[in-house]
């Protein structure tokens, strides 16, 4: 499953960026024509979601990048979720950009403002949109009779084009540029970050850039001059994106990754995890060369999902910071050797960016449905450490965590990102640099045996259920010892007795309960006196904080808040059940399997306070959806 | 003053260590099962090319061939993983500190039915291993079903005949890009040991495939893996000799009856013909030998290919000479102003 990526600026084009500031100070300034309000409704300021309609393989994404970045360069909180179908070029794709003052950035359900440029789904497009809504087309498909509640704005896209002058092939490229500078336009976005936004997008190819420009200026000046604004929405500019970076959550995780000190990252391609190894190929060649010129990583593109887990967990075995990233049908693949890692305690760390299964399911959809079956990913009693990262910025963090923990309890850990967090753009505070040293977990050096003279590997010498273990090449004649997955007793030797058996399994057992004490806390939020609780994870938080407003604006309901940060739970997550009458479990997938690994967790009497909110469409999770099943459970 | 003579010390080889520094446990294998002369030839070669046992890492995936580094080299970690995969598992390992050597064993089944994809992915990528299929067309472990090793033919011991063509494995390592590749049999002493220690000096993937009969399963007339079967069709393509790097090298050859081959190290091995044109070094001329041997029913034994030239992954993954594993952080680590000139890039 190969996917372009066209989301992540390229490193060349980003390296450019002193360049772009100074000809900012150049840009043509293009002042807001007057228009107060001229529907005689309230302005809707900083308050919208756009969605682009397009056909895939049409360029479509650099001018909603270019759209995303001016009003993210105006200070606008914003958002971009691309809704893109499994294929390269022809099939319906949609882009969602949301700007929102109070910096809301989950999907909104409704949409404000369409911009239909697929001839295919632009019927169903309108139809969809809520009344009051404002729709923007290509002037041929003409849409204005099919609704008489919205706002329309009909463009003559070809012809607009045709003006510019450019050659036949690459009328398809520009053409959806000419809608950026219609919706600036509309809009009130300055035509100056426009500018700014393209000669980030086009660094590299300053041809594409002006010709892009002039695409943008085309429609800018279109709407200028022919459109009449008669909607309610407007951009203007703030001070809520100052030093905030934007970038996909794949990148975050590369870059956590090689702050991390990965050493060997071993992968196969799969939507919508490709993209984490790629970019992180360019970080390493670019930060990770070592004063002999030669490479501290490598990395192999595997020959399928087996090898890549496979070469994981040799290399863990042979002491270095080792993962691989995959996406449901790899991670099914990688169930054997993940239980081995478990049993014969290797380090492994396993980026799962979860898609919509079963099966192939919606490759390029979002879901967060591994869960139960990642926390126990294996034959036999098998359990595995998840972490649950919810931005780009935890993307990053977590890398760390999940080194350190991995090789502190010598057991693979999983981090569960998702196509939505890993591949859509995000805001984001810049990322803080790792603030503790790595730490390698319990490795004798030759000098420590000297000392010791000898070593049980799997013995629980200090009581955490984690064992001491050497390395491949340890210079000393007491130093190796047999790694199998078949039964094995303190010293590693083959072992089918019972009592070796089941004191082994105690022991691992044990360890994974310390781990509970290691992994991330969650974050809390306590409501006085609500006895409603809410427990999500991952990129469900973002429609969270957004739905807890709305309960308490709009129904005056005051809701506690769980973020679960890591599996296995935490003292503080059996507290918050304990603290609520009843607690809303909401997360992305059918069957409730976050809910389902809580209750085998809580004390039994518990388990009828959690109450389940599935949200399971592909699309990411928006606060209506959570707001509405919330209440109407409440009996509201 | 003792007049008395010095008893002679254990015998040594040329890094101090006695023959008993490279023994395993004991073997749980039948008696007279060929992996278990597989292991002592192993033991040999090791003891033999002075190999330290720290530095190696064995490895192996599932069956009764895969059980036996648990009976050679104790003091070499050793991986015993999942069926069929141990290429991956010792690619990782190298991957971490290439400055190990690795050894691989695998049987038939293990390699060439469960394990085929990911056994010519690492030929492909020439990592710098043995490889060693201790080959006896039935898989042991469960009670004697065929291997796709089995020649056409071939009789289990319940009367059931194979009928689909056999998995020539050194052919498909030749084609898939190992640069040493052989084909031996337990019983050969003398062959399989030469053999093993040049595999030692090699540096690239080395794929010998070892005709192991089973005792249990595939000892028995209408077998063609049973030691009489071998001993009665094996057809040798060379004599192989090795003259390791510290033993003197002078020794005078004749170049018109024997290949000369400089190994990595500086060892050289001596290839007696007994076909006179046959060239190891040349990929298409062993691919059609072997082909032909499968037709006439031979068991042709010998180094069929060798290429000492071919870069392996290391070398084109250009990794620093410490292992990978070990790096400290300051390397490993990028500094601050890294992550600051990156956070700029995506403001």
Known sequence: MLYNKVFRPSRAQSAALFFRKAERMSSTEVGPRSSAGESGQARVVNDLSIQVATV?????????????RSIFQMGVPVSGKNLFPSNIAGLPTWFTIRANKDEYVARKKEIDFLVAMNPETAREDVLSLPAGACALYDEPLALHSLRSDLIFYSVPFDKLVAAIGVEAKLRKLVRNMVYVGVVANLLEIDMAEVKKAIAKQFASKAKAAALNLAAAQAGFDYAQSSLRKHDRFYVQRMDKTAGKIVVDGNSAAALGCMFAGVTVVTWYPITPSSSLVETLIDYLREYRIGPDGKATFAVVQAEDELAAIGMVVGAGWAGARSMTSSSGPGISLMAEFVGLAYYAEIPAVIWDIQRVGPSTGLPTRTQQSDLSFVATLSH????HIMLLPASVAECFSMAQDAFNLSEQFQTPVFVMSDLDLGMNNWMSDPFVYPTEPMRRGKVLSKEELDRAGKFFRYKDADGDG?????????????????????????????????????????????????????????????????????????????????????????????????????????????????????VYVVEQNRDAQMLGLLKLDVRPELVTRLRSISYSNGLPLDARSVTDALTTMEGK | MSTQPTPPGPKTNRIGLTVIDYKGGKTTLCAGCGHNAISERIVEAMYEMGVQPERLAKLSGIGCSSKTPAYFMNRSHSFNSVHGRMPSVAEGTLLANHTL????????????????????????????????????????????????????????????????????????????????????????????????????????????????????????????????????HEELLQEVNFVPFFEDISVEYDAGSTVDVTMHDGSRLRLRKLEEDYDPTSKIQSITRLAEAQEKGEI????????????????????????????????????????????????
């Open chain 2, 300 to 347: 042709l034994t010998g180094l069929f290919y060798v290429n000492t030239h071919t870069p392996t992954l290391i070398d084109h993954l250009n990794l620093t000479d410490a292992p990978l594993a070990t790096l400290p952080e300051s390397l490993v680590r990028p500094g601050r102003e890294v992550l600051e000139a990156v956070m700029e890039e995506l403001r």
């Open chain 1, 466 to 582: 984690v064992g001491y273990r050497t390395l491949p090449g340890t210079d000393h004649p007491a130093a190796a010892y047999f790694t199998r997955g078949s039964g094995h007793n303190e010293s590693a030797q083959y072992s089918e007795r019972p009592d070796d058996y089941a004191n082994n399994m105690e022991r691992l057992n044990r360890k994974f309960n310390a781990a509970r004490a290691a992994v991330p806390r969650p974050e809390v939020i306590k409501a006085p006196n609500s006895k409603i609780g809410i427990l999500a994870f991952g990129t469900s938080h973002w429609a969270i904080v957004e739905s807890r407003d709305q309960l308490r604006d709009e129904y005056k309901i005051e809701t506690s808040y769980l973020r679960l940060r890591a599996y296995p739970f935490t003292r503080e997550v059996h507290d918050f059940i304990e603290q609520h009458d009843r």
């Open chain 1, 380 to 383: 036999g009693d098998t359990k």
């Open chain 2, 101 to 232: 050597m690795a050894l691989g064993i695998s049987g038939d089944g293990d390699t060439a039915s469960i394990g085929i994809g990911q056994f010519t992915h690492l030929m492909r990528r020439n990592l710098p291993m043995i490889y060693i299929i201790e080959d006896n067309g039935v898989y042991g472990l469960t009670k004697g079903q065929f291997s796709a090793t089995a020649d056409v033919g071939s009789k289990l011991k319940s009367g059931v005949v194979n009928e689909l063509p056999p998995i020539d494995t050194c052919s498909l390592a030749i084609q898939m890009g190992a640069t040493f590749v052989g084909r031996s049999f337990s019983g050969d002493k003398k062959q399989l040991l030469a053999m093993l220690k040049a595999a030692i000096a090699h540096r690239g993937t080395v794929m010998l495939d070892v005709i192991s009969p089973c005792v249990t399963f595939n000892d028995h007339d209408g077998s063609t893996k049973s030691y009489k079967y071998v001993q009665a």
């Open chain 1, 56 to 68: 895939n393989g049409s360029g479509s994404q650099s001018s909603n990048t270019v759209l995303l």
